[in-house]
Nanobody, 115 residues
Framework: QVQLVESGGGLVQAGGPLRLSCVASGTTVSINRMGWYRQAPDKQRELVAVISSGGSTNYADSVKGRFTISRDNAKNTGYLQMNSLKPEDTAVYYC?????????WGKGTVVTVSS
């Protein structure tokens, strides 16, 4: 059974950094596509960043140049390094893994950016 557990969210001032982590069990992150999504209050969930099994990455235009997605295969963990945070980045951030033909989700971690 695939399980994802996010951590690293919190309250940060605008301009500051945060690093989110996503620990996977039941599968190997290196062979699957991993992504980070976010959902702000009263908005739909949106893709933030994704990393393929081959290591290629894609980002939402709103976070390009500020966020970096990565993974540590030895730790079976994915990361989202967020720099220069803005109040509009405030949301619940979810880790996603596409494995065995299915999408798996973590329960989310809350990021709040104060102005």
């Amino acid at each position: 059974q695939v399980q994802l557990v996010e951590s690293g969210g919190g309250l940060v001032q605008a301009g500051g950094p945060l690093r989110l982590s996503c620990v996977a069990s039941g599968t190997t992150v290196s062979i699957n596509r991993m992504g980070w999504y976010r959902q702000a209050p009263d908005k739909q969930r949106e893709l933030v960043a994704v990393i393929s099994s081959g290591g290629s990455t894609n980002y939402a235009d709103s976070v390009k140049g500020r966020f970096t997605i990565s993974r540590d295969n030895a730790k079976n963990t994915g990361y989202l390094q967020m720099n220069s945070l803005k109040p509009e980045d405030t949301a619940v951030y979810y880790c996603n893994l596409f494995a065995y033909g299915m999408n798996y989700w973590g329960k989310g971690t809350v990021v709040t950016v104060s102005s």
